[in-house]
């Protein structure tokens, strides 16, 4: 079993900045792609952004790209999700998630975290 547990929410301003962290534990993930997806009110929950745990190559929607940065730190078992140039259209509840394959589909995920709410004001 893996556990994640994400933190890091908010609200801020428009134009402002959050850093998101996805903390692992309960196993290690190797080789798997970890995922950030946003759920927004009245909305399908949607892909984000993921990075390969052992590898990088991060990969981006194109609503976020630009402005967002994924990472990961394999000694702390952490990704991370740093937001810049944050809009009222980002406000949403984030997921973190791992699979073994990756991509955009959140079918591809086997495990998901709590998730963390975002609200940007305008």
């Known amino acids: 079993q893996g556990r994640l547990v994400e933190s890091g929410g908010g609200l801020v301003q428009a134009g402002g900045s959050l850093r998101l962290s996805c903390a692992a534990s309960?196993?290690?993930?190797?080789?798997?792609?970890m995922g950030w997806f946003r759920q927004a009110p009245g909305k399908d929950r949607e892909f984000v952004a993921n990075?390969?745990?052992?590898?990088?190559?991060?990969y981006y929607a194109d609503s976020v790209k630009g402005r967002f940065t994924i990472s990961r730190d394999s000694a702390k078992n952490t990704v991370y999700l740093q937001m810049n140039s944050l809009k009222p259209e980002d406000t949403a509840v984030y997921y973190c998630?791992?699979?073994?394959?990756?991509?955009?589909?959140?079918?591809?995920?086997?495990?998901w975290g709590q998730g963390t709410q975002v609200t940007v004001s305008s």
């Open positions: 998630a791992a699979g073994p394959y990756g991509g955009g589909d959140e079918a591809s995920y086997n495990y």
């Open positions: 990075i390969r745990w052992s590898g990088g190559h991060p």
């Open positions: 309960e196993r290690t993930f190797g080789s798997w792609t």
